[in-house]
């Protein structure tokens, strides 16, 4: 049993894991994960970062933030943080579709908090399109609060 902030007692729902989450491993991790990213749907959007060059440039900063879940010596999930060193993000959270709901998400998540908590990350952000309101609610349910903040990018190359 586990005890709730309000002091109740609930019990903790225990899932058996048939999988494994580690960090990602370059490049061997790569095309499995660009696989993955590809059929995860519309809630993952590939573009100029995620070349095979611009992850490796990613990794000589934090390559602990790279994680990936693996069954059976195949990718199912992956997870890509950042940390600036004052404000994490969070980029790309996918489960394989005949995965998924069998809590691949929440440990990859979970793992990544725990990350960012021991590198001294106070406060996490991430994108969420406005029409993925199953990652809207996976978020919400785990603690995570809607920002009403309007977000701006640019292309610099």
């Not at 979970?110 to 029409?131: D, S, T, W």
Request: with cysteine.
């Amino acid at each position: 049993m586990e005890s709730s902030p309000d002091g109740r007692n609930q019990l903790k729902k225990e899932v058996k894991r048939d999988f494994r989450v580690r960090t990602f491993e370059f490049p061997q991790d790569y095309e499995p994960v660009i696989r993955l990213w590809r059929i995860a749907g519309g809630g993952v959007h590939l573009g100029p970062s995620d070349t095979y060059e611009e992850i490796a440039k990613k990794l000589q900063r934090d390559p602990q933030l790279f994680l990936v879940a693996e069954k059976e010596g195949h990718v199912v999930g992956a997870v890509l943080g950042g940390f600036d060193g004052r404000r994490g993000l969070v980029y790309h959270l996918a489960v394989h579709p005949a995965e998924r709901n069998r809590g691949v998400a929440t440990a990859l998540m979970e793992e990544l908090e725990h990350r960012f908590r021991k590198i001294g990350c106070r406060r996490v952000y991430l994108l969420v399109a406005p029409e993925n309101t199953t990652a809207q609610q996976f978020y919400e349910r785990r603690g995570w609060q809607r920002m009403e903040i309007l977000t701006y990018g640019k292309d610099l190359e």
